[in-house]
């Protein structure tokens, strides 16, 4: 089993910054690709920024500039600095990571995401 906790949400206002945590713990070979999805009330779940276990990384065009993702392998954590940010960012984030687990059959991949942290940004 592998559990996700996402920490570094609350209530923020416009031009301000936060930054999220999400930290990985149990039992896997190895983490892989770690992204960070919101969904804000009446709207679709959207792909916010992701990074590969090599630390590359990609964002949704929504928040390039504003917002940096990144992870310590060490520490099986991601994190999201979001600056300058707008009401419209307002929203449920919740991480996601990609993890291998070992078992005496092979080796398989799960998809496992976090409860999620509400984030509002007040005009």
């Known amino acids: 089993q592998v559990q996700l906790v996402e920490s570094g949400g609350g209530l923020v206002q416009a031009g301000g910054s936060l930054r999220l945590s999400c930290s990985a713990s149990g039992t896997f070979s190895s983490i892989n690709a770690m992204r960070w999805y919101r969904q804000a009330p009446g709207k679709q779940r959207e792909l916010v920024a992701t990074i590969t276990s090599g630390g590359s990384t990609n964002y949704a065009d929504s928040v390039k500039g504003r917002f940096t993702i990144s992870r310590d392998n060490a520490k099986n954590i991601v994190y999201l600095q979001m600056n300058s940010l707008k009401p419209e960012d307002t929203a449920v984030y919740s991480c996601?990571?990609?993890?291998?687990?070992?078992?005496?059959?092979?080796?398989?991949?799960?998809?496992?995401w976090g409860q999620g942290t509400q984030v509002t940004v007040s005009s």
């Open positions: 996601n990571a990609g993890v291998t687990v070992a078992a005496p059959w092979g080796k398989s991949d799960y998809s496992y």
